[in-house]
Structures are given as C-alpha cells and as structure tokens.
C-alpha cells in the first residue's frame, strides 16, 4: 500500500502518534537499546563529572566543566526524547532514493542533540586552548550550520537530490570546524601550556566526529546500506566516545593541572 512500510511486520502509516513511534523503537531490541545505553552513560557521567568538579576555583577550569558537564546532560535529554517518540518522525523517502516511496523512520532529534551538544565540546576545547572568543564563536557558529543543514538533509523527501545538497553543505561546515582544529588552535594551545591533552582530545574529536557523515551515508537516510537499528548503534558508539570520554579525559586533566591553567582573572590583568 502506497505510503506504508513494514517495521517489524507492522504496517506504519505516514502520520504516527508519538506513543506509536515510541511502541515502534521499543519492539526493535537493537535500535531501543542503542538509545537505551546512552541514557544510562550521559546519567552516570553527569553525576561523576560533578563529583569531580567539586573542588574547582580557577575560573577558567571552572567554565571548561561547566561546558562538558552540559554535553551527558544535553544527551539523556535527547535520548529520552527519542525514546518517547518525541523527536521520531517517519518520512517516505522520496524518489531516486534506494527505498522511494517506502517509510522510514528519521531519528530527526539526533541533529538536535549535536547542535546543542557538539558547540559544548568546541567551547570546552577553545577554553582549554585558549583561543580568543571571536575564533571560537565562528567555529561554533560553523559546528551549528553543520546539524542543522545535516538535519535537512535527513528529512527532506521533495527531492533526493537535495537532501544530497544538503548533505554536501553540512560537509562544508564541518570542514570549517576541522580547519580550526587542525590549523588554527594547536598554537593558541602550545602558548596556554596545554598542547598535549589537546592534541590529544582534538585527535580524539576528528577521528570520531568523521564517523557521523559516513554512517549518514550508508544508512537509511542515505544509500540505505544498512538498516536503522545498525546506524542508530554506530551513531551512538560515536556519541558514547565523543561524548563521555572525551569529557571524562578533559575534566580529569583540568581538574589534575589546574594549578597551570591560567584563570580569567590573571589573563586579562597581564594583556
């Protein structure tokens, strides 16, 4: 039937009630327990990184947590959100597409969560580096056009090539973003006394961000190489290091050296 698709042999009409969409990813055990797990590590890192955040003084240390301990908080938000059916939607893929005219199911809140949490990841690194803030709210600014452009991509069905089109310039912004990374940052780091844990945490965030447009790529939304459960998984592998342990390394080093990390205070009274 025109407008339908079997999800788990149950036939899913275009429009769904959020309690459907929920009922759907609940009786796909790969996909609800790829959600599942992340909302179970974004709690229990957010409860660790405040405990080790507890004794922080220094300003500057103070504001780098303040920024990862939002990225486990951002995260069981949206997860919860996809797991309720709040930001599910099913889209019918349009023609020219590996599955045109059948349903799929779009985890549209995804792209929320990374527009949100993705910019508290680069505000953390720029803080560490210390790189001056017009630097680092263009790289936001660039990592925010990134998911929203990527977000249409995924829920465009008028044309397959423009969600192509989309996809090309959500790449675009993101080259921006590894541009600062790679050639703009290191060296406000090496003059802040902090090169190595950002080199090491921006290595960690190139390699594992680059995983996000090549599973968009072959799942669903794109070349439907494999099914939803599968990416759902791969996203949130990607999510679970990018995102916990990258803020569990970065706040266990700032918390261990914060002695030399210069605080705003004393910056602005040496410039």
């Known amino acids: ?126 803080l560490l580096a210390d790189v001056d803030l017009g630097s680092i709210f263009t790289v936001i600014a660039a990592d925010i056009g990134m998911c929203i452009t990527g977000l249409a991509a995924a829920l465009i069905t008028s044309s397959y090539g423009l969600r192509w089109a989309f996809y090309a310039v959500s790449c675009a912004f993101f080259l921006a973003v590894l541009y600062a990374l790679v050639a703009q940052w290191p060296d406000a780091a090496a003059d802040a006394g902090t090169s190595e844990i950002f080199s090491t945490l921006r290595a960690l965030t190139i390699v594992l961000w680059l995983g996000y447009p090549i599973i968009w790529a072959i799942a669903p939304e794109g070349l439907a190489l494999i099914p939803v459960g599968i990416s759902s998984w791969g996203y949130s592998a990607l999510d679970i290091f990018a995102k916990y342990i990258f803020a569990f390394l970065l706040i266990r080093w700032v918390t261990d050296n914060e002695s030399s990390i210069r605080d705003f205070a004393l910056h602005s009274s040496s410039a």
């Open 1 to 126: 039937m025109p407008g339908v698709n079997a999800l788990n042999g149950i036939a899913v009409p275009l429009q769904q009630t959020q309690a459907d969409a929920a009922t759907e990813i609940a009786n796909n055990a790969l996909l609800a327990s790829s959600l599942w797990v992340n909302v179970a590590l974004a709690g229990l890192s957010a409860l660790l990184f405040v405990y080790m955040g507890r004794s922080i003084t220094n300003g500057r240390v103070k504001a780098i947590w303040g920024a990862t301990l939002m990225i486990p908080l951002v995260s069981i938000s949206s997860y919860l959100g996809l797991l309720s059916g709040l930001t599910v939607g099913f889209i019918q893929m349009p023609a020219g597409h590996a599955l045109a005219n059948e349903v799929i199911l779009s985890q549209w809140g995804r792209y929320l969560t990374w527009a949100l949490s993705t910019p508290m990841i680069l505000l953390a690194l720029g």
